[in-house]
């Protein structure tokens, strides 16, 4: 059931990035064309309806920090998320994160009918807390693979998982004593009053394909750009962006542009925690498994680290391991007597427990956001937060 699912997921991409061909491929574009004008609509009358406040905006009493994308998946969203959480914890910020918890583990049946027999409705269940700070509580399947990787990588930041996040907002408040929310994947969840909305724009990718869902990868059109109060652009190169900067001004032109980078720091391995510098790659033969938006990205990263990828394995993005498919891709890495495994962070939250094998160890590639153009911005933004100056930002932090 599982493959069939994921089978029909990777289909339903190719044929929304016309990598299928044929009459059937076709016609089904068609359809999605069509179903792309209705959404349309109902994206413009959902927001018109918050603008005209007859759908209601939930203001919590505490700075409210969006951190979102236009397009679907793939823009590098959760080390930016966790940049901020560092810089806005160390400036004095009392910080939780608020995540829906994408793919992770719901409530069973069983679960949701024992808990309405004991009077507490699944509405009135409390949000699942992944870490309190201090403390990691839950695995990545119940939390989710971004919750459960935030709350291993942050101290001092709690991690609360809940499809309502104005109910997760208020428990965080309650239980945690935060002044500051993080929403992750955000944009578009407009119950929750936002001081600031931080949009990701992928330089290779800025618009998706242009098309809205679901026909493309695009939530909304590119002019509700023009609620970004920051934009990152990120996967840069050092290349310039000229182009895409002058896109990015027809829809908005006063928000502030950062360009940054998926930066790799260092190998860690999943078995001994070892953790092994970069240069451990150069002239390594290596197989690489992933499942993730983008994993082109990630093959290039390690490629241009001085590895040569002799096998690779993708999965789709989210994919839930089994421990048979890791262990069939390293037996499959050492009949070809490769060095070494490589994934990514994200990866390796969802990898079940695996034999060791000191012949063919498996690492994951550990990667931070660095900033390359505008880096005052950026602490800028974090210091008006952390500081804010009523005179000059009132309006528009506060």
């Known amino acids: 059931m599982k493959e069939s699912l994921e089978e029909l997921e990777q289909f339903a991409i190719d044929v929304i990035l016309n990598r299928r061909k044929g009459f ?60 901020f959480a560092k810089a806005l914890t160390a400036g004095g910020r009392r910080v939780a994160i608020l995540s829906r918890g994408y793919k992770s583990v719901k409530p069973s049946l069983k679960d949701k009918i024992k808990s309405k027999m004991q009077g507490n409705p699944i509405s009135q269940e409390p949000p699942r807390v992944v870490s309190d700070g201090k403390e990691v509580f839950l695995d990545s ?17 709690a991690i609360v998982v809940d499809k309502d996040r104005v109910k997760a907002g208020l428990h965080a408040i309650k239980e945690f004593d935060v002044d500051t929310l993080l929403l992750d994947d955000g944009l578009q969840y407009l119950r929750l009053r936002h001081r600031l909305d931080i949009v990701l724009i992928d330089k290779y990718s800025p618009f998706g394909n242009e098309k809205l869902l679901p026909r493309g990868t695009l939530r909304e059109p590119p002019k ?39 930066q790799p720091k260092y190998l860690e391995n999943i078995e001994t925690n070892e953790r092994l ?33 002799e096998l690779t394995r993708r999965y789709t993005d989210h994919h ?73 930002s009132a309006k528009r932090f506060f």
């Open 277 to 309: 510098p970069l240069e451990h790659l150069k002239g390594k033969d290596i197989g690489t498994i992933s499942g993730i938006a983008v994993p082109e990205s990630f093959e290039d990263g390690i490629k241009n680290l001085g590895a040569k990828i």
């Open 224 to 262: 509700n750009l023009k609620r970004a109060s920051y934009i990152f652009i990120t996967k840069c190169d050092g290349s310039s962006n000229k182009e895409l900067i002058k896109r990015i001004r027809e829809y908005n032109r006063t928000a502030e542009i950062i360009e940054c980078a998926h």
């Open 141 to 157: 399947e119940t939390a989710g693979d971004e919750p459960y990787m935030l709350a291993t990588n942050l101290d001092g930041v």
């Open 24 to 83: 059937r491929a076709g016609a089904i574009r068609i359809l999605l064309s069509l179903m792309s004008i209705l959404y349309r609509n109902l994206v413009s009358f959902r927001l018109w309806l918050y603008k005209v406040r007859i759908k209601r905006e939930h203001n919590l009493g505490c700075l409210v920090v969006s951190i979102g994308n236009l397009t679907v998946g793939g823009t590098g969203k959760t080390p930016i998320v966790e940049k």
């Open 320 to 392: 839930r391991y089994r421990k048979r498919e890791v262990q069939k891709f390293i037996d499959q890495c050492l009949n070809r007597d490769l060095d070494m495994i490589v994934t990514t962070e994200k990866d390796y939250v969802r990898f079940p427990e695996i034999q060791a094998c000191e012949d063919m160890p498996v690492y994951f590639l550990r990667v931070e956001i660095g900033i390359l153009n505008n880096e005052e911005t950026f602490e800028d933004c974090i210091n008006r937060i952390c500081s804010p100056r009523p005179i000059l």
